[in-house]
């Protein structure tokens, strides 16, 4: 692992799960860093669709790809990862990403919400193959509070642990409200 921030941490599940040919759903582009990512494990023959709703997000991710040779395969859309369901057919998809907050270096007022979250990690189980994993990242406090934070971890717990495993992991001794990974495996 090359160092302990949370997309490294679960980037090292994440390749675990993810092979050649493989068809992964990064649920909030961003900056287009774990875009990138998936599309190096997926490779020439795999496909990487990268959501967003802000503009500056699909710009980013898009001139990321653009940077590392990987536009044939990343698909940055510019829509809500609410309609994830209409770019992926059921049980197809090997590993889809979420990272919950605001993007990194723009506007803070925009931000991810429980509902919409919610609803599209909802749409995303049933987009996942068995097999599959889900990696949430979860950041709370400072601009973004807590609402969605709490109401992703009270949402986790109705799971059925017959066919989900969830893994939560802990910054725990880190200061000041710390991100949480989290991993679901569809079983």
């Given at each position: 692992?090359?160092?302990?921030?949370?997309?490294e941490?679960?980037h090292h599940?994440?390749?675990?799960?993810?092979a050649?040919?493989?068809?992964?759903i990064?649920?909030?582009a961003?900056?287009?860093?774990?875009?990138?990512?998936?599309c190096?494990?997926?490779?020439?023959r795999?496909?990487?669709l990268?959501?967003?709703?802000?503009?500056?997000?699909?710009d980013?991710?898009c001139?990321?790809l653009?940077?590392?040779?990987?536009?044939h395969?990343?698909?940055?859309i510019?829509?809500s990862?609410?309609h994830m369901?209409?770019?992926?057919?059921?049980?197809?998809?090997?590993?889809?990403v979420?990272?919950?907050?605001?993007?990194?270096?723009?506007?803070h007022?925009l931000?991810?919400?429980?509902d919409?979250?919610i609803?599209?990690?909802?749409?995303g189980?049933?987009l996942?193959?068995?097999?599959g994993?889900?990696?949430?990242?979860i950041?709370?406090?400072?601009?973004?509070?807590f609402e969605?934070?709490?109401?992703?971890?009270?949402?986790?717990?109705?799971l059925?642990?017959r066919?989900?495993?969830?893994?939560?992991?802990s910054y725990?001794?880190?200061?000041?409200d710390?991100p949480?990974?989290?991993?679901i495996?569809?079983?």
């Open positions: 692992m090359k160092n302990y921030q949370i997309t941490w679960c599940f994440i390749e675990e799960h993810v050649p040919g493989d068809l992964c990064d649920a909030t961003g900056n287009g860093y774990d875009t990138a990512f998936l190096h494990l997926v490779g020439d795999g496909r990487v990268a959501f967003d709703i802000q503009q500056a997000a699909i980013a991710t001139r990321r653009f940077e590392n040779s990987l536009s395969i990343g698909c940055p510019l829509d990862h609410v369901n209409l770019y992926a057919d059921p049980e197809s998809v090997s590993c889809i979420f990272n919950f907050g605001y993007l990194p270096c723009g506007d007022a931000s991810t919400k429980a919409t979250s609803q599209a990690m909802e749409t189980l049933s996942l193959k068995k097999g994993l889900m990696s949430l990242c950041y709370s406090g400072g601009d973004s509070g969605e934070r709490d109401a992703i971890l009270s949402w986790l717990k109705t059925d642990s066919r989900y495993m969830v893994v939560l992991s725990y001794n880190r200061p000041n710390p949480i990974p989290v991993l495996l569809k079983l």
